[in-house]
DNA sequence: CTTTTCCTTTGACTAAAGTCAAGGAACAGC
DNA sequence: GCTGTTCCTTGACTTTAGTCAAAGGAAAAG
C-alpha cells in the first residue's frame, strides 16, 4: 500500500473569513437591531431579556443566573422590578429552600405573547419583500448556516468515563435506546469506566455551549483490535454531522493506541446509524460478540499512527 | 386567449418566519455578542462603534449622528473623549464651517486594524471548527442569505422624475455607461422629468435603507405602447435580482396606463442586460426608434389590466 | 452537631448610555 | 443686513447596566 502523503493543510481562507464578516455586520446591524430596540417596546432591555428567559415554564432564579451571566444582586432586583410590574411571582423551590424559582404571571405570559407577535410581524415583513422562490432559498441558507453554525461550534473532549458528563450522556443513550429498543435495553450492558480510559480505551464527550450533547466510547477488544460503543447523539443536535465527528474522533484515539481495526455492532432498528457507518468505510462482517442487542456488525481498518 | 385566473396568495408560511427567527436568535446570541465583547476589549461599546464609523475616510459629526442614531450632545461628548485619548482628530470642514469632521489619527487607525484582526481571528477560529467542505458550504449559505436579506430590504417607489434621487440614479446612470460605451454617452438623450410623469409614464426609484441604488424610466411611444428606459443598478448593488424587480414595477406601471406593449433597446456592450430583458419574456424585434447608442431592440406583449 | 458551601438579598457604589434644553457660531434665503 | 435654520457644544440631568461586599437562611459535608 503506497505510503499516504502529509494531511493536506486546511488553513481559512481570507475570502471565507471576510465573507463570515461581513454577514455577521449587516446582520447584527440590520435584523439584530430591529428585532432588539423594537421589542424591548418601553421596557429596558435587560427586564426584557430576563422575561423571556423565565418564560412559560419558569425557572430558577440560579439557573437564569447561569444562562444570562448575571450578577447575583442584579437579577435579584430586576425579578423584584418584574415582580412589582406584576409580570412574574416568585415562590420557594420545592425541593431546595435556598433556591427561589421565578414564574410568569398571567400578564407576564400575555407580554411574552405580545413581543411574539411583534417579532413574527417583523419577520413576517421583511420575508413578504421576497418572493416564495426566494423566500424559500433564504429559508434554506439561513437553516444550513445555522446547522453549521452550531457544528463549529461543537468541540469533541475526551474525558473520564466516570465523569458525570460521561455518565449523564451514557444515561440518555440509555434511555434512548430503551425506548427505541422493541425489547428495552439493559443499563447494566453499558461500558464500565475502568474499560474506556487509559491504554484500554477513551471515552468522547461533544459539547455545545458547554452541554454535553454527545459522546462515544472505545475500548480494547484485542492487542490490536478496538471496539466503538455508545456513539449517541442528543435529539436536539443530529442531522448536524456530529456522529461522524465522534466517529472520526474515536478512530483517531484508536489508531493513537496503535490498534489497526475498530469494531462494532448496531441494533437491527438503527438503520440511521449502519447507513452512517457504512458511509464512514464501515464493511459489515459476522458476529464477532455475543451482545444479545446487535443485529449487525461492522469493522473498519486503520492507517497505522504517524 | 385565455383569461388568467387571480393572482395566486402568496402568504409567508409559519415555518419560514420560525426559520428567521431562531436563526436570529442564535446568531446574535452567539456570534454577535462575541463579537461585541471581544472587540470593546476595554473601551466602551459606543467609543468602540464610534471610532469604527469614523473610519479611515473620516466623517462629519453630522453623518456619524444619523449614521449611529445618537443625540447630537452624547456625540460631541464622545468625540472629545476620543480626540483626549490621542485616537481622533476633529477639524473644521473646508465648505461649510458649521459643520466639524472627525478623522483618526495614527494610533486610532493602528487601534482599528487591531480591532479588525481580532475580528478575523474570532471569525477564523470559527471557521476552524469545520472541515473546508462544510466551511465553503457555510461561507455559500451566509452569502445567500446576504443577498437575500438586502433584496428582502430594498423598496421600490414610483418617485417625480424631477426629484433629487431621480436625478441622482440618472446621474450615476450616464457616467456609468459613458464609461462602457466605447463611443462614450451624451446626458443630452437621457428621459426629460415630464415623460415620465402622471399619465405619460413613471420613473422608478429602488432604495436600500434610505440611499437610492437603481431605477427605471417607463415613457409613452404611442397611445398603447410604451418605451422602457435607464434600467439602472448601483454596482454595490447587482446581482440582487434588482433589475428583475425594477422592470417588473416597470411593467405594472404601463399595464396601468393600458399598455399592451413595451419596447426597449439597449447597446451592444450590454450583454448581461440584453440576457436578462429575455429571460423576462422579451423578444427581439427590429429597430423601432432611431437611437444612435441602441444595438438590439425587445418587446414584450402585457396582459390587460385587471 | 459543627463547619462549610450555596443561594439570595441588601446596601453602596460606578460606568455607560442617553436625554433635554440653552446658547453661540455659521450659513441660506430673502 | 435681517431672519430663520443648521450644527455643534455645554450643563444638568436620568436611566440602565453592572460590580462588590456583607450578611442571613438553608442545605451539604464532615
Not at 437591531?33 to 432564579?61: M, N, V
Not at 434511555?175 to 487509559?198: H, K, N, Q, Y
Request: charged share 30%.
Amino acid at each position: 500500500m503506497k505510503k499516504m502523503g502529509p494531511v493536506p493543510a486546511d488553513p481559512v481562507s481570507t475570502d471565507q473569513v471576510t465573507a463570515l464578516r461581513r454577514f455577521n455586520r449587516y446582520f447584527t446591524r440590520r435584523i439584530g437591531a430591529l428585532d432588539d430596540h423594537y421589542l424591548g417596546q418601553d421596557r429596558p432591555l435587560g427586564e426584557a431579556r430576563l422575561l423571556f428567559e423565565i418564560g412559560g415554564k419558569g425557572a430558577s432564579l440560579r439557573d437564569l443566573r447561569a444562562r444570562l451571566g448575571l450578577d447575583a444582586g442584579y437579577l435579584s432586583r430586576m425579578v423584584r422590578a418584574l415582580q412589582t410590574q406584576g409580570l412574574v411571582h416568585v415562590s420557594v423551590h420545592p425541593g431546595d429552600s435556598r433556591l427561589r424559582v421565578a414564574g410568569l404571571t398571567a400578564a407576564g405570559e400575555a407580554e411574552i405573547r405580545e413581543q411574539n407577535r411583534l417579532a413574527d410581524a417583523l419577520a413576517e415583513g421583511l420575508l413578504g419583500g421576497l418572493d416564495a422562490r426566494r423566500r424559500a432559498e433564504l429559508t434554506t441558507a439561513l437553516d444550513t448556516a445555522h446547522r453549521l453554525l452550531r457544528l463549529a461550534a461543537i468541540t469533541v473532549e475526551t474525558v473520564d468515563g466516570a465523569s458525570p458528563d460521561a455518565r449523564a450522556c451514557l444515561d440518555a443513550y440509555a434511555a434512548d435506546i430503551d425506548a427505541r429498543f422493541p425489547e428495552g435495553f439493559d443499563p447494566a450492558t453499558l461500558v464500565r469506566p475502568e474499560e474506556v480510559s487509559g491504554e484500554a480505551g477513551a471515552f468522547l464527550v461533544a459539547y455545545e455551549e458547554g452541554r454535553p450533547v454527545g459522546c462515544g466510547a472505545l475500548r480494547r477488544l484485542g492487542p490490536r483490535a478496538g471496539e466503538i460503543r455508545h456513539v449517541w447523539v442528543d435529539p436536539g443536535a443530529r442531522r448536524l454531522g456530529l456522529g461522524r465527528r465522534l466517529l472520526d474522533g474515536l478512530e483517531q484515539r484508536a489508531v493513537e493506541r496503535r490498534f489497526t481495526v475498530v469494531r462494532l455492532d448496531t441494533h437491527a432498528v438503527l438503520t440511521e446509524a449502519q447507513e452512517m457507518y457504512r458511509a464512514c468505510g464501515y464493511t459489515e462482517i459476522p458476529r464477532y460478540d455475543d451482545n444479545v442487542y446487535a443485529a449487525h456488525w461492522f469493522e473498519k481498518r486503520l492507517p497505522a499512527a504517524r
